[in-house]
């Protein structure tokens, strides 16, 4: 099982916001990545250093952090959105963890 | 412009070895770490472990530790994941990963794995 807790699956009508949420207790101290990933394609990563977000990535893309909870939220929610969605930390020193992953429907 | 290509889908008996690879471009290939991610069919992203090939320093996670080899070969700017004897279990799809200061930024195009007698 993962050390990084998420939602299953996430539903949103498009243009509404989405979030989705990761927690775990290595949030507390370490930085949180997001990754989307579409059936059949490589996970892309969409924000890093828990809030920050890579060159190409749309502005409707976001997040935040508190305490032992990350959250990325996906603003105006377009249906090309429609992937599963991982939360990525460190535990320890340099171990990685995954969450499980979150589906979002955008319907 | 940066990319991480990956060796393509084999497909291997149970018992029999393997060794797949992730060739790097576009950047300095000793000065970032190489990761490998499993995905099992229809699930998550799992982190099996991680090599820097400035100094072949290498890292498992526990649950693939003993399981597989990370090596590189740095030559032809390539990393390698290997089996000595696959399981139908180790049937998934395989990905390698750049860690760069924004974190995994840079991702194979995966290969997939089918183990079967």
């Known amino acids: 099982s993962s050390e990084l807790t998420q939602p299953p699956s996430v539903s949103v009508s498009p243009g509404q916001t989405a979030t989705i949420t990761c927690s775990g207790h290595?949030?507390?101290?370490?930085?949180a990545c997001w990754f989307q990933q579409k059936p059949g394609q490589p996970p892309i990563l969409v924000i890093y250093q828990s809030t920050k977000r890579p060159s190409g990535i749309p502005e409707r893309f976001s997040a935040s952090t508190s305490g032992n909870t990350a959250t990325l939220i996906i603003s105006g929610t377009q249906a090309m959105d429609e992937a599963d969605y991982y939360c990525q930390s460190w535990d320890s020193s340099t171990d990685v963890v995954f969450g499980g992953g979150t589906k979002l429907t955008v319907l | 412009e940066v990319h991480l290509t990956q060796s393509g889908a084999e497909v291997r008996k149970p018992g029999e070895s393997l060794k797949i690879s992730c060739q790097g471009s576009g950047y300095t290939f000793t000065s970032n770490w190489i990761a490998w991610v499993r995905q099992l069919p229809g699930k998550g992203l799992e982190w099996m472990g991680v090599?820097?090939?400035?100094?072949?320093?290498?890292r498992y996670s526990p649950p693939f530790q003993g399981q597989v080899t990370i090596s590189v070969d740095t030559s032809i700017n390539t990393a390698y994941l290997q089996w000595n004897s696959l399981k139908p279990s180790d049937t998934a799809m395989y990905y390698c990963a750049r860690l760069s200061s924004r974190g995994y930024d840079i991702w194979g195009q995966g290969a997939l794995v089918t183990v079967s007698s």
């Open positions: 090599i820097f090939p400035n100094d072949f320093d290498t």
């Open positions: 290595q949030l507390g101290t370490s930085n």
